[in-house]
Nanobody, 129 residues
């Protein structure tokens, strides 16, 4: 049984930092590209960042470039999202997702939610102004 469990969400002031993590089990982690998506209240879920299985290439939505960093640890089966210079508009539930290696090649693919095989339950990040 595959499980993705997010942790590390919370309340932070604008300009602050937060790190969310996702622990994966029940799958061969190194064979999956991993991504973070987020969903704000009343909004559709959107792509935030992805890191590939093959060579750790990373992709980011424009709104977080230079502020967020996605990283993976294949030895610990974890993926993290370091979020700096947070803004109130970053407030959302953050979800991690896993996609089997080889499905995508390039940014235009990794933001397609339907191409992900597994999802976590999400962790709330709230940025106060």
């Amino acid at each position: 049984q595959v499980q993705l469990v997010e942790s590390g969400g919370g309340l932070v002031q604008a300009g602050g930092s937060l790190r969310v993590s996702c622990a994966a089990s029940g799958l061969t982690f190194r064979r999956y590209s991993m991504a973070w998506f987020r969903q704000g209240s009343g909004k559709e879920r959107e792509f935030v960042a992805a890191i590939t299985a093959s060579d750790d290439s990373t992709y980011y939505v424009d709104s977080v470039k230079g502020r967020f960093t996605i990283a993976r640890d294949n030895a610990k089966n974890t993926v993290s999202l370091q979020m700096n210079s947070l803004k109130p508009e970053d407030t959302a539930v953050y979800y991690c997702a896993a996609q089997r290696d080889g499905v995508c090649s390039g940014y235009g693919c990794y933001d397609h939610q339907v191409l992900y095989d597994y999802w976590g339950q999400g962790t709330q990040v709230t940025v106060s102004s």
